[in-house]
């Protein structure tokens, strides 16, 4: 197995210490930080986000992955310079107005993490002017929009409608969230989980 599968297998296992060691190992034997996070952190992440998905593995598993992995970004990140930095887009991602739910949020922010964007966190109970805020300053290419409560959830309707003249798609979720209720309100995609998320996100930016 090379240094970097075992890497992989390292942020599969939520093994931060043993991430933390692979990276400054690799980085001292000259291997480039991109491809660190490329063949080994995000790899490892992409094969967590498949077994979240087929329920191989639950919650906390994916949180510890996503530490592992961060353990090991923060080794290389500061050693990438400002052109090598590829993130595949910018997702900016927030929970709805009135709502305070952020645990599914922020599993879909760490999956995105790890499958590459730079994501922006905007937190919980984001008005509609907030996110239209944010969107300018950050300029995203995608939106995500979390709601936990049947009674938040028309928050999304509203944001979407705030949005509409600014050029990103929006993506919504969270357990209330159907398919169908994204159709009815515009958005341009629904994902029931978080590794759905990132397929979607890829498929939206392709
Ligand atoms: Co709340 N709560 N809660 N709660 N809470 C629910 C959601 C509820 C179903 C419980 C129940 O009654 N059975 C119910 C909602 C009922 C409804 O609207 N139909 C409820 C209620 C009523 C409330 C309060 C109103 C209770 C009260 O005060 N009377 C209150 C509201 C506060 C507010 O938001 N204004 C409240 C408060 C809280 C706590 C603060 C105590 C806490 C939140 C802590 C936190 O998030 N930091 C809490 C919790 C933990 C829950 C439950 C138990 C768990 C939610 C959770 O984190 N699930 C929940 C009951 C339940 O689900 N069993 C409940 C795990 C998480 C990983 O799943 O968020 O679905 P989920 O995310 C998934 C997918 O949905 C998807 O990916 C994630 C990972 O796969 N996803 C996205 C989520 N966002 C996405 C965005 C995307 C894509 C996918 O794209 C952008």
Redesign the pocket.
Known sequence: MSTLQEMAEAVICGNAKKVKEIAEKVLSEGIAPQTIINDGLIAGMNVVGVK?KNNEVY?PEVLIAARAMHAGMDVVKPLLSASEVQDKGIVL?GTVK????????N??RMMLEGAGYKVIDVGVDVSPEKFVQAVEEHKPQIV???A?????MVNMKSTIELLESHPVKV??????VTQKFADEIGADAY????AT?VELADKLLA
């Open positions: 979240f919650v991602i009135g709502d305070l739910h952020d645990i599914g949020k599993l879909v995500g929009l979390s936990l409560l049947t009674t938040t993506m919504i979720g969270g357990a209330p994902a029931p989980d978080a998320a």
